[in-house]
């Protein structure tokens, strides 16, 4: 295959990452990237105007495997050998020579200090070190478990990370453990549960795809290595002899992050490390401050343990702030999935006494489409919010103008305590009739 043809990849359209927002956007963004040896994607450098970004998962057919070091910093810049760059704007494929060397080393050119959002695919399998080294605007990212080679110091600099979106594959090896461990300010995780079943054909692709002309390229079970990429990807490799070939619709990268649904809601607190120095004797004790320590280790095997998780929220409630411990309580509560009735009374009971905070929060899950309305009107329903309790959520969303969620929360009230009301206005005994026919 040529250079040429190893190279083109229509950029312009991707993925949205804005996780309450899945729609297809169009931007212009360079991607300069190389071939490995095993015919897979290595992406070198990332530069784009704009802040959110989902990279693509196949190149002309070819998986995206690996993210180089430094990918996203400004650090390393310097010479990019036998490397490729396309050019959304003009769309041109250029090799990189020491001529436009010169202009991809601009400061201005790279993405580094823009990067809000990052999205990462899921054939990734490796991020290099440092890869998004002071990227001090990145807020989110969305990426699989799969991608289980992080290298050292992915997320330096990164101090404002407060989102993870993580596509997690049940029984097999997670990156989950790794990632969470290497953002050690607060955090809100959302924790999907991958598909198991094979991904559908990609949109624009035909039954017989050998004669689908939208088809760019196809790959042969020899050009990739099935025992690397994740499994939904394995179609036709390692299989018995004969089989045909995958076909991807390599133009549409968009049909490949499909949504999974959503498992926990999760709040990591935040942690850090207090170095303590004994002098004579030359011994240090490193002490870790905060919950998050705790949080971030409740796993086996690198498979998560949410009953673990439930059964710190002890030391939350002692160490961490107010804020933080509702919403965390909140959390489990909307997404109760293997919440137990004994760690599902201790969140209530911190809720009980902190209702104004609690309404605030919920008005944030909800004006952040992280909650629908029924989820709100069925926690503003729940045993443990009593009419007292209804009518300071009431007040809060008054003083915080918000006339939908004041609407939800007087209805509920309503419906809950109609007989309580009418006891106080003197309604509740029958109504005379004031004429018959």
């Not at 769309?91 to 990067?115: G, P």
């Amino acid at each position: 295959m040529s250079k040429r043809l190893s190279c083109i990849y229509t950029a312009n359209r991707i993925s949205s990452l804005a996780f309450s927002r899945p729609s297809i956007y169009y931007i212009s963004m360079k991607i300069i990237f190389s071939l490995k040896k095993d015919n897979s994607i290595v992406i070198r450098r990332c530069l784009s105007p704009a802040g959110d970004v989902a990279l693509p998962a196949f190149i002309e057919g070819r998986p995206v495997t690996e993210l180089a070091p430094y990918a996203f910093s400004h650090s390393e810049l310097g010479v990019y050998d036998n490397a490729f760059i396309f050019d959304c704007d003009e769309n041109t494929v250029a090799e990189c020579t020491a001529e436009n060397e010169a202009l991809l080393n601009k400061d201005e050119e790279v993405i580094c200090d823009r990067l809000l959002s990052i999205s990462l695919p899921k054939t990734l399998l490796k991020v290099g070190r440092y890869c998004f080294y002071n990227c001090g605007k990145l807020k989110s990212v969305k990426m699989y478990s799969t991608t289980i080679d992080l290298g050292f110091g992915m997320f330096t600099g990164c101090n404002g990370v407060r989102n993870l979106d993580m596509t997690v594959t049940e029984g097999r090896r997670s990156s989950l453990n790794d990632v969470l461990v290497n953002i050690r300010f607060p955090l809100k995780l959302t924790y999907r549960e991958a598909a198991v079943d094979a991904p559908e054909e990609a949109e624009g692709s035909s039954g017989n795809a050998a004669n689908d002309p939208t088809l760019t390229s196809r790959i042969a079970p020899s050009d990739i290595s099935g025992d690397l990429l994740p499994e939904c990807y394995n179609i036709g490799i390692g299989k018995a002899d004969g089989l045909e070939p995958m076909l991807l619709n390599a133009s549409d990268n968009s049909a490949l992050y499909e949504k999974s649904p959503v498992k926990y809601r999760l709040i990591f607190p935040e942690y850090y490390e207090n170095s303590k120095e004994n002098t004579p004797a030359r011994i240090t004790v490193r002490d870790m401050q905060g919950s998050g320590y705790m949080y971030r280790n409740c796993f086996a095997n690198t498979m998560f343990q949410i009953k673990r998780y439930d059964s710190l929220f002890a030391y939350a409630e002692a160490l961490e702030p107010e804020e933080t411990v509702c919403e965390l309580a909140l959390c489990r509560l909307e997404t109760p999935t293997d919440l137990s009735p004994e760690a599902r009374e201790k969140y209530v009971a911190y809720l009980k006494l902190h209702a104004p905070k609690l309404t605030e929060l919920l008005i944030r899950h909800y004006e952040n489409d992280e909650i629908s309305m029924d989820t709100l009107r069925g926690i503003a329903s729940d045993d443990f919010v009593t009419e007292d309790y209804l009518a300071k959520m009431t007040d809060t969303a008054v003083k915080l103008k918000k006339p939908d969620i004041l609407s939800v929360l007087m209805d509920v009230r309503h419906e809950r305590f109609k007989s309580q009301v009418q006891d106080e206005k003197g309604e509740n005994a029958p109504k005379k009739r004031r004429f018959s026919l």
